[in-house]
């Protein structure tokens, strides 16, 4: 199967851009006053080929799924910890649960491959398998499953947005051990070396990070991916829920639907969807810069900037929920803010 025959992603609007970028010079406040709103506004118009887009209601999707590679002692909490959050999500204590309350997303789980069998009705069961396999050893999954996870997101993200009307996306993860995986993909994608990505994840020792680091280099030597070939990355030293975050992107896309990125495990999602189909990059806004060291490597390998920093490192899509709010300051600076004209204020 050819995704990229899949996915028709539609360039952004750069006729409405140029409209609104004139717009903003007339509204009430000196050029450029506004800084990085004003380009993420015109930003917006151009994903949206709307002068006045919209990004409310915001819809967050958490993809849940376990790591064999938790098996190498790579993280500082056990793999129960995974089935243990997505109980704290269905049970609203989460931050992901707090901050979407708070920006009035609406928040589905979802079990892509989770290793145990979670029956809650607001559980969405959607699993590839019950955990990848320890890629330290042997392959995370194959290349159908890694296809079927990234059909699982894009179906999901349609879900989404076509039936409950969702502006923008938000994309968040659990997954014990998803930071090796991240890591390891983001070696390959980017040919950086991997003691320049590898961090701390959950709050692991100086020692372990140096564990780490010689996991994910024995198990791409093993393993060795095709940098060229994202979904064989995906197979050899992935995850379903990275796999599932990238084809919602893709599909988020193909609608003109904004895609908010979160930290590391999000923006290396991202990236794999990149290499799917270049053009999603156009409708992707992240958020915030975490901490770990290879998040600014992946946003960088996107070409993108981030909108804050706030020492963040949680996931979950927490970050991007809490920087959502900037992103909707920009859309209603255009739609609320008087102009020169309609306030009778001189521009001279």
């Not at 079927?148 to 409950?164: H, K, V, Y």
């Not at 990238?246 to 999602?269: E, K, Q």
């Given at each position: 199967m050819n995704l990229q025959n899949v996915i028709k992603i539609p360039a952004l609007d750069k006729e409405v851009g140029r409209?609104?970028?004139?717009?903003?010079?007339?509204?009430?406040?000196?050029?450029?006053?506004?800084?990085?709103?004003?380009?993420?506004?015109?930003?917006?118009?151009?994903?949206?080929?709307?002068?006045f887009p919209v990004v409310s209601p915001a819809g967050v999707l958490v993809f849940a799924a376990d790591h064999g590679i938790a098996e190498e002692g790579v993280s500082a909490f056990p793999q129960e910890v995974t089935l243990q959050m997505v109980q704290n999500f269905l049970n609203g204590g989460a931050a992901i649960n707090v901050f979407s309350r708070q920006i009035g997303a609406t928040l589905k789980v979802i079990d892509i491959g989770v290793k145990s069998t979670i029956n809650d009705k607001d559980l969405i069961t959607d699993k590839v398998r019950m955990g990848t396999g320890n890629f330290f050893i042997e392959e995370a999954m194959t290349k159908v499953?890694?296809?079927?996870?990234?059909?699982?997101?894009?179906?999901?993200?349609?879900?989404?947005?076509?039936?409950?009307?969702?502006?923008?996306?938000?994309?968040?993860?659990?997954?014990?051990?998803?930071?090796?995986?991240?890591?390891?993909?983001?070696?390959?994608?980017?040919?950086?070396p991997i003691d320049t990505l590898v961090g701390f994840g959950t709050g692991i020792t100086s020692e372990r990070v140096l564990h780490k680091v010689d996991i994910i280099t024995q198990s791409i030597e093993r393993r060795k991916p095709n940098a060229d070939d994202p979904i064989d990355v995906l197979a050899k030293v992935g995850g379903l829920e990275i796999a599932g975050m990238?084809?919602?992107?893709?599909?988020?896309?193909?609608?003109?639907?904004?895609?908010?990125?979160?930290?590391?495990?999000?923006?290396?999602?991202?990236?794999?969807?990149?290499?799917?189909?270049?053009d999603v990059i156009d409708y992707m806004i992240v958020s915030h810069q975490s901490v770990e060291p290879g998040h600014l490597t992946a946003i960088h390998a996107l070409g993108k900037e981030p909108l804050i920093n706030l020492g963040l490192r949680l996931?979950?899509?927490?970050?991007?929920?809490?920087?959502?709010?900037?992103?909707?300051?920009?859309?209603?600076?255009?739609?609320?803010?008087?102009?020169f004209q309609s306030a009778g204020i001189s521009d001279q």
């Open positions: 409209q609104v970028d004139s717009y903003i010079q007339t509204l009430t406040k000196p050029p450029g006053s506004l800084g990085k709103l004003e380009g993420l506004a015109v930003e917006l118009a151009e994903m949206k080929s709307k002068p499953e890694a296809i079927e996870a990234i059909e699982i997101g894009m179906r999901q993200a349609e879900s989404f947005i076509i039936n409950q009307g969702v502006e923008s996306l938000i994309l968040g993860e659990m997954g014990i051990a998803n930071t090796t995986a991240s890591s390891a993909i983001l070696a390959v994608l980017t040919g950086k990238a084809g919602a992107m893709l599909f988020a896309a193909s609608y003109r639907v904004p895609i908010i990125l979160d930290g590391f495990i999000s923006t290396v999602a991202a990236l794999v969807a990149s290499k799917i189909s270049n996931g979950e899509g927490s970050g991007a929920a809490v920087a959502f709010p900037l992103i909707e300051s920009a859309t209603r600076m255009l739609s609320e803010m008087a102009t």
